[in-house]
């Protein structure tokens, strides 16, 4: 995944461009609107994140010449306004995601692959990972001993895992994806979920697993059946 980051505050910047190199991408940095601009005219990003209080033109400018130009580039805003007039803001004018600071880079990551994903056109319908195959169309999965169908909530829990193998998710981070709520200490709505999804798909016999990492929370592993 080629990235365009467009951030001012350079701590933040360097903390994103190391998490998705970590995770294989690529990432091309501008500091203000006008560098993001010049950097868009000459070269394809597969997706944008954009900072929305920039020099020389702020986010929103920037998203009005992306969408005035007709193109259809991801656009994710990462930004520190979380009002919802400022979400709502973003939107309507053509923002694909918006996700506040501060943030989990992971998240971050998961969420750009699923952008890039939706406007990849051949990459919609499925996710695999290894022998594991998602239907997005069907919401089932399936492996070449077998199949199962998945309810909303084991369906958006798995995919969020597949999107990121090998990423350790929170529990706060899975409730805030999957159920759209906050972490409550008290709940274990996400620990249910896992054990039907692991039930459902004879977790582990056909090289995939969801490991359980204790007290943080889960990540989904492939291993060697051979080995």
Request: net charge negative.
């Amino acid at each position: 995944m080629n990235v365009l980051l467009v951030e001012d505050e350079v701590r933040i910047a360097d903390f994103v461009v190391q998490g998705f190199a970590a995770a294989g991408h690529q990432v091309s940095y501008s500091s203000d609107g006008e560098q993001a601009l010049a950097h868009l005219l000459q070269h394809q990003p597969d997706i944008m994140i954009l900072d929305l209080m920039l020099p020389l033109k702020s986010g929103i400018e920037v998203l009005r010449s992306v969408r005035a130009s007709g193109r259809a580039l991801p656009v994710l805003i990462l930004s520190a306004k979380v009002e919802l007039e400022d979400r709502l803001k973003g939107f309507e004018f053509g923002a694909d995601d918006y996700v506040p600071k501060p943030f989990y880079v992971e998240e971050l990551i998961a969420r750009a692959q699923l952008l890039v994903a939706r406007h990849g056109g051949a990459m919609e319908s499925t996710v695999q990972v290894g022998l594991f195959k998602l239907d997005r169309l069907k919401r089932e999965v399936s492996w070449p001993e077998g199949s199962a169908s998945l309810s909303s909530r084991e369906y958006s829990l798995l995919e969020l895992l597949m999107r990121s193998p090998g990423t350790l998710f929170s529990r706060q981070q899975i409730l805030q994806q999957v159920w759209d709520i906050n972490f409550d200490p008290q709940t274990n709505v996400v620990d249910v979920c896992i054990q039907r999804i692991k039930r459902k798909t004879a977790d582990g016999a056909h090289g995939v697993m969801i490991e359980s990492v204790r007290g943080v929370g889960y990540r989904l592993k492939v291993h060697d059946l051979a080995g």
